[in-house]
């Protein structure tokens, strides 16, 4: 046969332009199915049913085209059409007209394509951002299979660097680093690990640094059935440069499979290298991994080096942001002052983001330090544009959270915690916080419990969780004093220099009005850590529970001298029995006014949340004191207003908890001078519902609670209370002397 005949005849029965035409058509109509199944809930294998019956319809299509010709009387085949008969060349025409419509309708589609779906569409549910399970994804630490043990920061470190390379793109769902790495080392069932992190997609492989030589496997498996969907080896000298192109290769192929769109500053995020010196980068590593235990002696270590990481290459901008928040961390947990962390805190997160003004942990560090410098304001913008830059960083949403709840924004404040629970479940210290959150604020108690528990075992060598379970022990639904004590103490003995078990032992010796043992652990943070704020506001809230005012401004007016003058506006309500006991009523309204400027600038106005409510009630008893009649009426209104209004969201809520409804009732019967009715309340809440925390130091230092006392049924009532603390107090005695632990300095007298 020849073969020149033979493409000539093709070409004239028009078989190359029908394949073009054809694969325009299956094209186009592949991608239409791809991008409207999702929307439609169209079920996953109709696109490959479609791929699939494009595929069989294109050499059927070629053979038709091949064995029959379209003519005016129909479809003829081509051996019974003479040639000098043939409109193949007319038909040709139309073939082409036909190719330039479906090219034009592909070139439209694909404009669209681009423009309005470019970016994954992000749909709230009651506040909350839903979930796009195809692009969710953990990445679970990288084995370490190099001979020398020391490289496991290595490993560790380049999965979290490759996990937040990840996490820079805002349509992924990526979960937490704390989370992913619960499961170093454990032969767990991928689909057991993904239910728990809440993603759809895992990524897992190996580290072997040999020398001069690096070698990196990957592998991308779906959680829902354990399909390796892409994996890789990649053995390349050990370079920095390296380094960052494996990292970018992975991600951008783990994109690519999870059907994830780059934006253009997405592939520049994955393209930049913060580093270009192999030292450095390796400092770096083995400063992120150290730091995470947050004890003073790894924070330490951590900081010279990042400080080495710097000397090496003074352009490492991510070095200079970790190195501003190592150095609050410290301040948080060790032995650095104020003044020195303020400055170190500013010019090291000012650095970095004049390195890059897009790395999210660089506004962390600049809005932490706006804390310090008590620039509520420009932390909380702050922090909201690292938000949007790391947008899956759980620790940058946790500071989120505090700046907002600082500026009294509840609900978005709440709306970040959520969000950060979402992104690192697993985080102890995140769950804590949220524990806490649905003990304290949704008294959703036994929830809370079982969260602080699953946190004990499942990291059984982090103390939050233990001082946790101590502080939820303490008050409703369980008013456990002396079990809690227990608890908080076992922890003390096992971590005696720990600074959270020595502030919650003396919290609860506190609460059971053991006051000596209170300021013997006090001034025990103070001596451990003398650095830190820590000892002198645990020794305040002794001295307000003595009721020994003086000792309480005096230790006021010494944080002030070391942090500034605003801090005064942290202890308001601490300093307000101090005016109150001097007869300065005038003078505390004036500071509550520091605290609440925009609540108490005018008189009178409307309560519209808990915070409101607390400023309301002391600044009437500090004004019905100073003979302000018709003010004190005025804000007992707005407080009672208050009162109904709470009761009537929650009986339209359908949800009335008891101790809501009493703690609403309690203020306007305080405001409203109904004491008998406020006695009655308290009894029920310390005896009924087993809110039993910080009643002495309530009832000493708080000035609402001072109206009460004349009440004729104030004086039995707090016999009940100190009786029932004795009980409980003896058992905490009975506890100490077993472990040869106690002190006769702690006997009450001494």
Request: one cysteine or more.
């Amino acid at each position: 046969m020849n073969i020149s005949n033979f493409i000539e005849e093709l070409k004239r029965r028009n078989v190359f332009k029908v394949a073009v035409a054809y694969a325009i058509a299956g094209w186009l109509i592949i991608q239409i199915v791809t991008v409207i199944e999702a929307p439609l809930n169209i079920p996953d294998w109709f696109d490959t049913v479609v791929i699939v019956l494009v595929g069989i319809g294109f050499p059927l299509t070629l053979i038709f085209a091949w064995a029959f010709e379209l003519t005016p009387e129909g479809i003829k085949k081509s051996r019974e059409v003479e040639i000098t008969e043939s409109v193949t060349d007319r038909t040709g025409k139309k073939l082409n007209g036909v190719i330039i419509s479906v090219l034009s309708i592909a070139l439209f589609f694909v404009v669209v394509e681009r423009i309005f779906f470019a970016k994954a569409s992000i749909l709230e549910d009651a506040g909350a951002i839903a979930k796009i399970e195809t692009a969710s994804i953990a990445v679970l630490p990288f084995v370490n299979m190099s001979s020398d043990t020391e490289n496991e920061y290595f490993s560790d470190g380049l999965s979290e660097e490759l996990l937040n390379a990840l996490a820079k793109v805002e349509d992924m769902q990526v979960a937490g680093r704390t989370s992913s790495f619960k499961f170093k080392g454990q032969n767990e069932n991928l689909t057991e690990i993904g239910s728990e992190l809440g993603v759809a997609n895992i990524l897992e492989g190996s580290v072997r640094k040999s020398g001069t030589r690096l070698r990196i496997t990957a592998q991308l498996i779906r959680v829902s059935d354990g399909f390796h969907m892409w994996s890789e080896t990649y053995d390349r000298e050990f370079t920095v440069d390296n380094i960052f192109d494996i990292q970018e290769e992975i991600s951008l192929h783990v994109m690519e499979e999870l059907k994830v769109r780059l934006l253009p500053e997405d592939e520049a995020q994955l393209a930049s290298r913060p580093t270009m010196d192999i030292e450095a980068y390796n400092a770096f590593l083995e400063a992120t991994q150290r730091e995470i235990t947050y004890q003073p002696e790894d924070i330490e270590y951590a900081i010279q080096k990042y400080k080495e990481a710097i000397r090496l290459d003074p352009s490492f901008a991510e070095a200079y942001a970790r190195l501003a928040l190592a150095y609050n961390n410290l301040h948080q947990n060790g032995n650095i002052g104020a003044d020195e962390t303020k400055v170190l805190m500013r010019e090291n997160a000012e650095m970095a983001i004049s390195l890059d003004k897009d790395l999210g942990k660089a506004h962390q560090a600049l809005a932490d330090y706006y804390g310090f410098e008590f620039q509520f304001e420009k932390r909380e913008e702050t922090l909201k544009k690292a938000v949007e830059l790391a947008p899956n960083d759980a620790s940058i949403r946790m500071d989120y959270r505090s700046a907002l709840g600082r500026n009294n924004k509840v609900q978005e404040s709440r709306a970040q915690l959520f969000k950060a629970y979402e992104l690192d479940p697993l985080s102890p210290d995140i769950s804590n916080s949220y524990a806490r959150h649905l003990a304290d604020v949704e008294n959703r108690y036994y929830e809370a419990m079982d969260i602080i528990d699953r946190n004990i075992k499942r990291t059984p060598d982090y103390n939050g969780s233990y001082y946790s379970k101590a502080w939820l022990l303490r008050d409703v639904p369980y008013g456990e004093l002396d079990n809690a004590f227990t608890f908080a103490y076992e922890g003390h003995l096992q971590n005696p220099d720990d600074m959270d078990f020595m502030w919650m032992v003396s919290d609860i010796a506190r609460d059971l009005n053991m006051l000596n043992m209170a300021e013997y652990f006090g001034k025990k943070i103070s001596k451990t850590y003398p650095e830190n704020h820590a000892g002198p506001r645990n020794l305040l809230r002794t001295s307000q529970t003595r009721g020994d005012f003086e000792t309480t401004k005096r230790i006021v007016d010494e944080l002030s001298e070391t942090y500034g003058e605003r801090t005064v506006e942290f202890f308001v309500i601490d300093l307000l029995a101090y005016n109150y006991e001097r007869g300065e009523f005038l003078e505390g309204i004036d500071l509550l006014k520091r605290r609440f400027p925009d609540f108490l600038d005018e008189p009178g106005k409307e309560i519209t949340n808990d915070d409101h409510r607390t400023a309301a009630i002391f600044h009437l008893t500090l004004a019905d004191k100073a003979g302000k009649t018709e003010e004190v009426e005025m804000i007992a209104d707005r407080i009672c207003e208050y009162k109904d209004k709470r009761l009537a969201e929650m009986e339209e809520s359908g949800h009335i908890e008891i101790y809501n409804e009493l703690d609403v009732k309690l203020w306007c019967q305080i405001a409203t001078e109904q004491y008998d009715e406020a006695v009655a309340a308290m009894e029920k809440f310390y005896f009924e519902l087993n809110s039993k925390a910080n009643y002495p130091l309530i009832i000493t230092s708080e000035i609402p609670f001072f109206r009460i006392k004349e009440s004729q049924n104030f004086e039995e009532f707090e016999k009940k209370i100190y009786a029932d603390l004795g009980i409980m107090r003896e058992n905490v005695v009975q506890f100490l002397k077993e472990k040869d632990e106690w002190k006769e300095e702690w006997e009450e007298g001494n």
